[in-house]
């Protein structure tokens, strides 16, 4: 039951929401549910038909509508007397600024993505308004209180990087799914559908003979070729050829399983089109699906070799029959059922080749897109938890602020787990005044290298304005005029030291977005030499938060800027040697953050200095956890006060 004085709070209050997706929808209903009067909902999307299984706000009727309008129709018909004001936009608008902020009590978000949370964390410390912060992955969740000189904020704490892998792990010696996965997305598809000049790290050992003479690419289509023929060409070179040029280093198999080389013609019979009646059916429907063709029609099944095989060549031959025009400039997209047919059939035949167990299509596109299933009741939880930390900012219960995280499994039988918020990091860059540096070579590189890594990459700016002293070197904006863009532009292309106002050893430049009213200087420190795998931006950015350095192996403990040092222990030898493939996933970053804090508070352990990266370790420490808890018995705690011990703020 809530007291006169939270019911007082709840009354007065005018909350911004950001977000109407899975937490957005349970959010505004528990909202309206407890109370609130006036709240203003930003959401940028419309409803698609794959949001109805969770977002119970929307039904069928409303797909391609805003959510955030539909949301709150569907609100106001239980709560007609209350007051909700939507926003079809982006919370990046200019029209979202600090002036705006600051009219709200509070600010709750339910996104899910780390731009727009940066962007929010920002706006709020600059209105100096209290964010109410959230993030679902799965079962995961995990709700936090960020307030401005009080507890950290949401970029106290560096966000792990993406995950990667070596490239010679890709091209030469998976050991897992996943890494099929990335060689027939990132290589494969993108070598056969994507932009031709692209660098591809995909093996082209197109001098073998029976092709070196005619072609110098084996990859690429001669007009006059049967379809399916240049299908099996591919199949016979990736799947065949390139796999016997790589047992011809007996260095590589000495303590590895060898693969084995696989040719259409061992799996397949000799001319598919005369054997599968259904084969010509792709091209006089509209479905282009190659599973549709061949009448495979249950995505969780695991194909054969012999299906995959089949598959293979018939998403293949649709492409270039249906979608020819694309060819070229596909990139790889879970939504794209015929580009997940493909990577699925190419991935599977790799994985046979190497001993790795087949995947299904459902589980291939969840891999490949990076996708974890939502669970609607862990969007609940997390938007009633959402509330619950709402209405103690608004009555300035600070003592009681709880970071907390929701479970899979319970951890000393509990599912959710409240701590204490951090203190703010004194060394963020966001939330405190900490001197950056920058180690540049500032003969070669670029004005626009320093906006694309620096600015917008590290310091996470969207309209920055960079300054040496009172001259202006760039700036973005919708009212500029036209000279002043062409200026800008051309200085984009110079390197630092031949700017206008050379930026030189010993320059300050200072940066700042106008929008978040962000700003800080750096100082400018000329480096000739860069390790091209180490520090591959040429840039050196200090200053601000870092994980600790394991001084004897002289690698992150944590996720440090550098992808090829965030690697899993086992890869990590072979990282450093090698480029990394890049592979994205926003989904992960909060419930990641969360699980580092979790596993500290919950065992009371100091991080591990193992290597691994923060996702990687924080998933074993999460595991541990579960496999710790021998008694299964459930225990959902309301005793706030006696669960944490730590006293953080
Ligand atoms: N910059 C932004 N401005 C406004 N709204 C945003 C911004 N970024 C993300 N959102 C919104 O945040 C919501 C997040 O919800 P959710 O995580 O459920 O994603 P979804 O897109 O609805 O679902 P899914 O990605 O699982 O298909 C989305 O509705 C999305 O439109
Ligand atoms: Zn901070």
């Given at each position: 039951?809530?007291?006169?004085?939270?019911?007082?709070?709840?009354?007065?209050?005018?909350?911004?929401?950001?977000?109407?997706?899975?937490?957005?929808?349970?959010?505004?209903?528990?909202?309206?549910?407890?109370?609130?009067?006036?709240?203003?909902?930003?959401?940028?999307?419309?409803?698609?038909?794959?949001?109805?299984?969770?977002?119970?706000?929307?039904?069928?009727?409303?797909?391609?509508?805003?959510?955030?309008?539909?949301?709150?129709?569907?609100?106001?018909?239980?709560?007609?007397?209350?007051?909700?004001?939507?926003?079809?936009?982006?919370?990046?608008?200019?029209?979202?600024?600090?002036?705006?902020?600051?009219?709200?009590?509070?600010?709750?978000?339910?996104?899910?993505?780390?731009?727009?949370?940066?962007?929010?964390?920002?706006?709020?410390?600059?209105?100096?308004?209290?964010?109410?912060?959230?993030?679902?992955?799965?079962?995961?969740?995990?709700?936090?209180?960020?307030?401005?000189?009080?507890?950290?904020?949401?970029?106290?704490?560096?966000?792990?990087?993406?995950?990667?892998?070596?490239?010679?792990?890709?091209?030469?010696?998976?050991?897992?799914?996943?890494?099929?996965?990335?060689?027939?997305?990132?290589?494969?598809?993108?070598?056969?559908?994507?932009?031709?000049?692209?660098?591809?790290?995909?093996?082209?050992?197109?001098?073998d003979?029976a092709?070196?003479?005619?072609?110098?690419?084996?990859?690429?289509?001669?007009?006059?070729?049967d379809?399916e023929e240049y299908g099996r060409r591919i199949y016979d070179h990736v799947f065949g050829h390139?796999i016997e040029?790589?047992?011809?280093?007996?260095?590589?198999?000495?303590?590895?399983?060898?693969?084995r080389p696989i040719y259409s013609k061992d799996v397949l019979p000799e001319k598919l089109s005369e054997q599968n009646?259904?084969?010509?059916?792709?091209?006089?429907?509209?479905?282009?699906?190659?599973?549709?063709?061949?009448?495979?029609?249950?995505?969780?099944?695991?194909?054969?070799l012999g299906?995959n095989s089949r598959?293979f060549l018939?998403?293949?031959?649709?492409?270039?029959?249906?979608?020819?025009?694309?060819?070229?400039?596909?990139?790889?997209?879970?939504?794209?059922?015929?580009?997940?047919?493909?990577?699925?059939?190419?991935?599977?035949i790799?994985?046979s080749s190497?001993?790795?167990?087949?995947?299904?299509?459902?589980?291939?596109?969840?891999?490949?897109?990076?996708?974890?299933?939502?669970?609607?009741?862990?969007?609940?939880?997390?938007?009633?938890?959402?509330?619950?930390?709402?209405?103690?900012?608004?009555?300035?219960?600070?003592?009681?602020?709880?970071?907390?995280?929701?479970?899979?499994?319970?951890?000393?039988?509990?599912?959710?787990?409240?701590?204490?918020?951090?203190?703010?990091?004194?060394?963020?860059?966001?939330?405190?005044?900490?001197?950056?540096?920058?180690?540049?070579?500032?003969?070669?590189?670029?004005?626009?290298?320093?906006?694309?890594?620096?600015?917008?990459?590290?310091?996470?700016?969207?309209?920055?304005?960079?300054?040496?002293?009172?001259?202006?070197?760039?700036?973005?904006?919708?009212?500029?005029?036209?000279?002043?863009?062409?200026?800008?532009?051309?200085?984009?292309?110079?390197?630092?030291?031949?700017?206008?106002?050379?930026?030189?050893?010993?320059?300050?430049?200072?940066?700042?977005?106008?929008?978040?009213?962000?700003?800080?200087?750096?100082?400018?420190?000329?480096?000739?030499?860069?390790?091209?795998?180490?520090?591959?931006?040429?840039?050196?950015?200090?200053?601000?938060?870092?994980?600790?350095?394991?001084?004897?192996?002289?690698?992150?403990?944590?996720?440090?800027?550098?992808?090829?040092?965030?690697?899993?222990?086992?890869?990590?030898?072979?990282?450093?040697?090698?480029?990394?493939?890049?592979?994205?996933?926003?989904?992960?970053?909060?419930?990641?953050?969360?699980?580092?804090?979790?596993?500290?508070?919950?065992?009371?352990?100091?991080?591990?200095?193992?290597?691994?990266?923060?996702?990687?370790?924080?998933?074993?420490?999460?595991?541990?956890?579960?496999?710790?808890?021998?008694?299964?018995?459930?225990?959902?705690?309301?005793?706030?006060?006696?669960?944490?011990?730590?006293?953080?703020?």
């Amino acid at each position: 039951m809530a007291s006169q004085e939270q019911l007082s709070a709840i009354k007065g209050a005018k909350v911004l929401m950001v977000g109407a997706g899975g937490i957005g929808c349970e959010l505004l209903k528990t909202l309206a549910l407890s109370g609130f009067q006036d709240i203003h909902i930003i959401d940028m999307d419309t409803i698609e038909v794959s949001n109805l299984n969770r977002q119970f706000l929307f039904r069928q009727s409303h797909v391609g509508q805003s959510k955030a309008k539909v949301a709150r129709d569907a609100v106001l018909r239980v709560r007609p007397n209350i007051s909700i004001t939507p926003y079809h936009a982006n919370v990046k608008e200019s029209r979202f600024n600090v002036d705006f902020f600051k009219e709200f009590d509070v600010v709750l978000n339910g996104l899910d993505n780390l731009d727009a949370r940066r962007h929010v964390n920002r706006l709020c410390l600059a209105a100096d308004v209290p964010l109410v912060e959230s993030g679902t992955t799965g079962f995961l969740g995990q709700v936090t209180v960020h307030l401005k000189g009080k507890t950290e904020c949401y970029e106290c704490q560096p966000k792990p990087a993406p995950k990667t892998y070596p490239v010679c792990t890709i091209t030469s010696t998976p050991s897992k799914f996943v890494h099929c996965i990335v060689w027939a997305k990132d290589l494969l598809f993108a070598k056969l559908f994507g932009d031709k000049n692209l660098e591809n790290d995909l093996n082209v050992h197109s001098n073998d003979a029976a092709n070196s003479s005619e072609h110098s690419d084996v990859f690429e289509y001669r007009k006059d070729e049967d379809i399916e023929e240049y299908g099996r060409r591919i199949y016979d070179h990736v799947f065949g050829h390139n796999i016997e040029v790589a047992l011809s280093n007996e260095e590589t198999w000495k303590n590895r399983n060898k693969p084995r080389p696989i040719y259409s013609k061992d799996v397949l019979p000799e001319k598919l089109s005369e054997q599968n009646g259904n084969m010509e059916k792709g091209c006089v429907t509209d479905d282009v699906s190659a599973m549709a063709s061949l009448g495979l029609k249950n995505p969780q099944d695991v194909w054969s070799l012999g299906e995959n095989s089949r598959v293979f060549l018939e998403a293949l031959r649709l492409f270039f029959l249906k979608r020819e025009k694309e060819i070229g400039n596909l990139t790889f997209d879970k939504d794209d059922q015929l580009a997940v047919e493909f990577v699925t059939a190419a991935a599977n035949i790799r994985a046979s080749s190497f001993g790795i167990p087949l995947h299904s299509l459902f589980e291939a596109k969840g891999i490949a897109g990076n996708i974890v299933h939502a669970v609607a009741t862990t969007n609940a939880i997390i938007a009633g938890l959402i509330v619950i930390e709402a209405i103690k900012v608004l009555i300035k219960d600070s003592n009681n602020y709880r970071m907390t995280y929701c479970l899979e499994h319970p951890s000393r039988k509990m599912l959710l787990m409240p701590v204490e918020p951090y203190e703010p990091n004194k060394s963020c860059y966001v939330c405190s005044e900490t001197p950056l540096s920058l180690e540049v070579n500032t003969h070669r590189s670029k004005l626009r290298d320093f906006v694309e890594k620096i600015v917008k990459a590290k310091l996470g700016m969207n309209f920055p304005l960079i300054m040496q002293g009172a001259s202006i070197l760039y700036e973005v904006g919708e009212d500029l005029e036209e000279d002043m863009v062409a200026i800008y532009a051309a200085n984009l292309e110079k390197a630092l030291s031949e700017l206008p106002s050379p930026v030189t050893s010993g320059t300050v430049l200072t940066v700042e977005d106008l929008q978040q009213e962000f700003s800080r200087n750096i100082n400018i420190k000329h480096r000739e030499e860069f390790d091209e795998e180490k520090e591959p931006d040429g840039m050196l950015l200090s200053g601000w938060v870092e994980p600790p350095v394991d001084k004897d192996k002289n690698k992150p403990i944590g996720n440090g800027e550098s992808t090829s040092n965030a690697l899993p222990a086992e890869e990590s030898l072979e990282a450093k040697k090698d480029v990394t493939i890049q592979e994205i996933s926003e989904v992960t970053e909060i419930a990641t953050g969360t699980k580092r804090k979790l596993s500290e508070v919950s065992k009371g352990t100091t991080p591990d200095h193992s290597g691994l990266s923060d996702e990687t370790r924080n998933h074993n420490q999460l595991e541990k956890l579960d496999v710790d808890d021998e008694d299964d018995e459930l225990m959902i705690s309301d005793d706030w006060e006696s669960l944490t011990k730590k006293k953080r703020l």
